[in-house]
Nanobody
Framework: QVQLVESGGGLVQAGGSLRLSCAVSSSSRHVTAWFRRAPGKQREFVSA????????YYSDSVKGRFTISRDNSVNTVYLSMNSLKPEDTAVYYC???????????????????WGQGTQVTVSS
């Protein structure tokens, strides 16, 4: 069983920055993604990264402001968030695909393992 633990959330003013971390218990270099769920809204895709970190994907709403990266030596995936907006307020979840799957998807149903989430609140 793969476990994911997010950290780094918090309260920040609009225009500020945060970096989220997702520690993965497995060294299998899973395809990993970040999703978020804002109050009263459905969970949405934010960003994803391939197993080797060579390919990254972003939703239109965060492209140019967020950067996903990974350090496979410590089994951790990061989400650096800059120019934060109040509409970025949400619980952010880290998710990993199972096994050695290489295809990156933007749909939450494609991800087998999930973290507990970390709250990000952006004040105006």
């Amino acid at each position: 069983q793969v476990q994911l633990v997010e950290s780094g959330g918090g309260l920040v003013q609009a225009g500020g920055s945060l970096r989220l971390s997702c520690a993965v218990s497995s060294s299998s270099r899973h395809v990993t993604a970040w999703f978020r769920r804002a109050p009263g809204k459905q969970r949405e895709f934010v960003s994803a990264i391939s197993r080797d970190g060579g390919n990254t994907y972003y939703s239109d709403s965060v492209k140019g402001r967020f950067t996903i990266s990974r350090d496979n030596s410590v089994n951790t995936v990061y989400l650096s968030m800059n120019s934060l907006k109040p509409e970025d307020t949400a619980v952010y979840y880290c998710a990993a695909r199972g096994g050695l799957i290489t295809v990156v998807h933007r749909t939450s149903s494609s991800y087998t393992y999930w973290g507990q989430g970390t709250q990000v609140t952006v004040s105006s």
